[in-house]
Every structure is written in C-alpha cells, then in structure tokens.
C-alpha cells in the first residue's frame, strides 16, 4: 500500500508483507517497484519506508534499493523510533 503525500511530493510505502512461499524470489522488490509507480502517478517524487528491524527486513534493504535513511522524516522516527527509515528518490 502507498500512502501519498505524508509531505509534499513524498509517498510512505506501507504494509508490504509478502507470504512466507514468496519472500526471497523477487516478490516483495516487484511490489515495491510498482508501488513506486502508483506514488509518481499521484505526484510523489520520493518514497519513504520504515520498517521492523527483523531478518526480513535486512532482506528487503538490499533487494529493494531503499537505502537506509540519513535523517528519517522526524514524524515518522517519533512513531517508530526502533526501524529502519528508509527512503529514495523515484
């Protein structure tokens, strides 16, 4: 799910959980990669992700050419201080 606009032109991507069958064989770097396309069609230009900081998690970073953010959206941080904030530019 993208959440557009939590800021001006950037998208939150939101509750990406593949199943268990589908972790590890692309699934999740497709979705992502979609949901990207949804955040550029409604006008967002940078997409922003925080995650729980679990083995899936350490997966989805390199796969999903999110790279771990420097200074996490402070709204974002304030909610979930213990993830991972990533984000890139789209």
Do not use: Y
Not at 17 to 28: N, Q, T
Not at 50 to 76: D, F, K, Q
Request: aromatic share 4%; proline share 10%; glycine share 8%.
């Amino acid at each position: 799910m993208v959440v557009p606009h939590v800021r001006p032109a950037i998208a939150q991507l939101a509750f990406l959980h593949p199943g268990r069958d589908f972790r590890a064989v692309g699934v999740g770097r497709g979705l992502c990669a979609d949901l990207e396309l949804v955040a550029l069609r409604v006008g967002d230009t940078e997409i922003v992700v925080s995650a729980t900081p679990l083995e899936n998690t350490r997966v989805l970073l390199p796969g999903s050419r999110l790279p771990a953010m420097a200074w996490p959206l402070p709204e974002r941080f304030e909610l979930e201080p213990e993830d991972v904030h990533m984000g890139k530019v789209i």
